[in-house]
């Protein structure tokens, strides 16, 4: 039983030298595992929080995470079915310590049948918190079939207020719809609504507006570090715009004041907005350092790509395939063997700072954010 997190070093040159073993249809490595029922690694980590994508399509371009032209279509067989989806969510809560899972893309709303995959998880995993992360588009016309379905909250990414910002960054003049979908979530009463917003450049003026708006309409904002995982691979550290920088910003119209985190393994960093509320409590910002405060030794993550992969941390390129067992007639039980296996060599953190480190394969939309 692993009880205690233990100390990671992040600074090691970790990506590939961690799991040579790692190979299609060649289970990793158990070796030193300790007896434990759940999502466990080597440096004392349990995952419990479980990212799904469903598809690697979206109807927005955004240069931190697509190219212009969009991700490469995987073949519609090669995609989980919702039936699919939803056994891996049985197997993930009940036997492997799943707390909360969230589905992601690409863009969920592309797939025609997110209902039924909430449903049928809804019904693998009675009382799971079920959630999406969206961009929204589209939202005000399926809120409500997903809320009977069984989707309990909502995550919208906004990164701008301003429309011509907001078209430049996503190449589509899409803002109106993804208001509209925030309005929608929350008269479908997903409150309070988290937003999420991404630091760049072209919009780290208009945080202040944004966090005003956010504040304005009930919504808990969220700003996100970029990280290397576009799939046009121009990220630059020096041209990021870190946390420090985008404080200073919003330090010019608001009075901020460290508030930590809500629980130790939440990534964002909770400012407190002095003499805001949102529905009559003290108003909060948030700051996901990824990039400059790392959080990757409280990371408490497993992921299941839309091919039905488990992918360990968004920096691993090594998966571990579970779609060739659930097709090819495995039983839950060695299902969560492998799952286990996969994370078990989960690496300790993202390497950003270690020499020679170079960004995963997959982009963002490719894995599920
Ligand atoms: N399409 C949905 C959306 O945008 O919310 C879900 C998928 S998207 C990949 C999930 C989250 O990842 C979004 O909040 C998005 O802003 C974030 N994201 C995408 N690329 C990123 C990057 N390079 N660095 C940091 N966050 C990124
Ligand atoms: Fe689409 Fe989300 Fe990626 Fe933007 S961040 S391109 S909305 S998947």
Known sequence: MVKSMTAVNLGLPLRAALRPDAAPGVMPSLDGRPEHSGLVDRFGRVARDLRVSVTEKCSLRCTYCMPAEGLPAIPRDDLLTATEIARLVRIGVRDLGVREVRFTGGEPLMRADLAEIIGRSAEAAPGIDLSITTNGIGLDHRIHSLVEAGLTRVNVSLDTVDREHFARLTRRDRLPAVLAGIRAAHEAGMTPLKLNAVMMRVTLHDAPELLAWALENGCRLRFIEQMPLDADRSWLRENMVSAEELLAVLGERFTLVEAGRDDPHAPAE????????????????????????????????????????????????????????????????????????????????????????????????????
């Open 270 to 369: 909770e400012w407190r907005v002095e003499g805001w509320t949102v529905g009559g409590a003290p108003a909060t910002v948030g700051i996901i350092a990824s990039v400059t405060r790392s959080f990757c030794a409280a990371c408490d993550r497993t992921r299941i790509t839309a091919e039905g992969t488990v992918r360990s941390c968004l920096f691993g390129d090594d998966e571990t395939d579970l779609r060739g067992l659930l097709r090819g007639g495995a039983d839950d039980a060695e299902i969560a063997r492998w799952w286990q296996a996969a994370m078990w060599g989960k690496q300790a953190g993202h390497g950003m700072d270690a020499a020679g480190f170079a960004p995963p394969v997959r982009s963002m939309g490719a894995i599920g954010g």
